[in-house]
């Protein structure tokens, strides 16, 4: 298994936040990612979107769902794609400058021989995808909050 960990500081409170992490369509912004068919569900558990982008010049879809919620403390999605199915854990603490968020995602690639350099080539990855989507957070939810 291989890991990537990121974190962020908002200067917001951990409700809001949570509550803009909650929407998978404000949160998965990343780079050369189109999502569609988004299905928000009012306890955000079984919230899912299409998730579609090309990779040398071919055409993949996956998805992204919401599969555990622990309101105002964490959110786990799992991506379904055509390259793996990383798990990403996303939590909310607040500290005296807002609220830290730190996504946590898992790769585990179970084929023999190979499945290690997958694992650390899909880390090195998503390094600045990740990077982008949490400073996209910041930025989007203090801008609300200074409005």
Known sequence: MATLTRSITVDAPVYEVFAFASDVGKLW???????ASVD???DVVGTTARMFTHFLGFHMEGTVEYTEVEPDKSITAVVHF????PTWKFTFEPTDAGTTVT???????????VGKSLEGMMVKEHQEGLEAMLANLKTQVEAKAAA
């Open 82 to 85: 055509f390259a793996g199915s």
């Open 29 to 35: 912004v990343w780079d050369e990612i189109a999502l």
């Open 40 to 42: 928000s569900k009012p």
């Open 103 to 113: 996504a946590t995602g898992e790769w585990h690639v179970g084929v023999p021989v």
